[in-house]
């Protein structure tokens, strides 16, 4: 399964992740932050890596 880390301090609430997760990964939270929810649907797609703009998304196998 695979592991995903949101670096909050570079992360900029593009929501880009959130959007284009074909699996919906990802929720948000009270602050609109991106919120791993669902790991276990993760496939490593690395759509959300490669669509972030800001280097927040770090997905490890």
């Given at each position: 399964m695979a592991s995903i880390t949101?670096?909050?301090s570079l992360?900029?609430?593009c929501l880009l992740c959130v959007e284009?997760?074909?699996?919906k990964v990802f929720t948000t939270d009270q602050d609109n932050?991106?919120?791993i929810t669902h790991l276990d649907r993760?496939?490593?797609c690395y759509?959300?890596?490669?669509?972030?703009?800001?280097?927040?998304?770090?997905?490890?196998e």
């Amino acid at each position: 399964m695979a592991s995903i880390t949101l670096n909050r301090s570079l992360c900029k609430r593009c929501l880009l992740c959130v959007e284009f997760c074909p699996q919906k990964v990802f929720t948000t939270d009270q602050d609109n932050y991106p919120v791993i929810t669902h790991l276990d649907r993760c496939r490593s797609c690395y759509l959300c890596i490669y669509r972030c703009p800001d280097f927040a998304v770090e997905v490890t196998e």
